[in-house]
């Protein structure tokens, strides 16, 4: 098991719902990151947080909002997404920023599986 | 060209065989090197960092060649429980860029 939980664990909505999803880490760690996974396709970079302030955000289009209220929470806030937005979203943690430090680990939740209809 | 390739397979190896298989850089800048591994429907997970020439840790070896531009992942004595796709990731120094991952299938 790791130190990163994610909930919820599978989602499915409809392109006018809103929805959040929820991640935590229990790693004492202080950078947090969105990302997305499509099949077959390279994780992509949506947001990066350090210490609660967001470094990164990768011209992710408007419909994903974050939140990061503290170093062991995340959010990500969706709304009238489209059906290419379905896909496994994954939160991770590291103890320094990764890309920036040589040799930072992140750790992954489990991911969220959303489906838009 | 990506900046990072990897042969998205699957390899399919029975069991106990020795498997490698490679990922390519693009930016000769880049500044280490890491492979996860993702099982199925699964978080990604370190596997192992990649140090100045290569790193070993137990039946796995990665090694990097910086004047070609590509490290590889070497597994001797596979094991079904290896069954999974390996990620590839670049650290640029100011961000990490991911591979799409190989698929590494081990037959009884």
């Known amino acids: 098991e790791t130190g990163v939980t994610q909930t919820p664990r599978h989602l499915v909505m409809g392109m006018t719902n809103k929805k959040s999803l929820k991640c935590e880490q229990h790693l004492g760690h202080n950078a947090m990151y969105w990302y997305k996974q499509s099949a077959k396709k390279p994780l992509e970079l949506m947001f990066v947080?350090?210490?609660?302030?967001?470094?990164e955000n990768n011209s992710v289009p408007s419909r994903f909002s974050p939140e990061c209220p503290n170093s062991s929470h995340l959010f990500l806030h969706l709304h009238t997404l489209q059906p290419e937005d379905s896909a496994l979203y994954l939160c991770a943690s590291s103890s320094g920023l990764a890309g920036v430090t040589p040799y930072n680990e992140q750790f992954f939740g489990p991911g969220t599986r959303l489906t838009v209809l | 060209r990506k900046e990072v390739e990897q042969d998205p397979g699957p390899f399919n190896v029975p069991e106990g065989a020795t498997v490698a298989f490679n990922c390519t850089y693009s930016?000769?800048?880049?500044?280490?090197f890491f492979w996860y591994r993702q099982d199925c429907r699964k978080e990604p997970k370190l596997l192992m960092s990649v140090y100045s020439s290569g790193n070993e840790d137990g039946r796995f070896t990665a090694q990097l060649n910086r004047a070609s531009q590509y490290i590889s992942l070497l597994i001797r004595d596979s094991k079904l429980s290896d069954s999974a796709t390996y990620l590839c990731?670049?650290?640029?120094?100011?961000?990490?860029?991911w591979g799409a991952g190989t698929k590494l299938i081990i037959k009884p």
């Open positions: 930016n000769s800048a880049s500044q280490s």
């Open positions: 947080y350090n210490f609660k302030e967001q470094t």
């Open positions: 990731v670049v650290n640029l120094g100011y961000q990490l860029i």
